[in-house]
């Protein structure tokens, strides 16, 4: 008897993986901003758009050296 249904190929199968990941990646990006805002701001007591600005990285970076 043969079967009714379609099998998922190769390629489809592959690119489901490849969109879950990116997802999952945008969300983890997504997730490390919203931490550095709360760091920032609400433990840090600073206004949260600093927490973008390259002079506040680049002096993290100076005093990790």
């Known amino acids: 008897m043969e079967d ?3 099998k998922e190929s190769t390629l489809l ?3 489901k993986v490849l969109v879950k990941f990116l997802v999952f990646l945008l969300l983890v990006i997504l997730c490390f901003i919203i931490g550095l ?3 920032y701001s609400v433990i840090g007591g600073g206004p949260y758009w600093e927490v973008l ?3 506040t ?3 993290i970076i ?3 050296k």
């Open 4 to 6: 009714t249904y379609l």
């Open 13 to 15: 199968r592959g690119l």
């Open 57 to 59: 990285w680049q002096h």
């Open 53 to 55: 600005n390259q002079e």
């Open 37 to 39: 805002f709360i760091g």
């Open 62 to 64: 100076n005093f990790i």
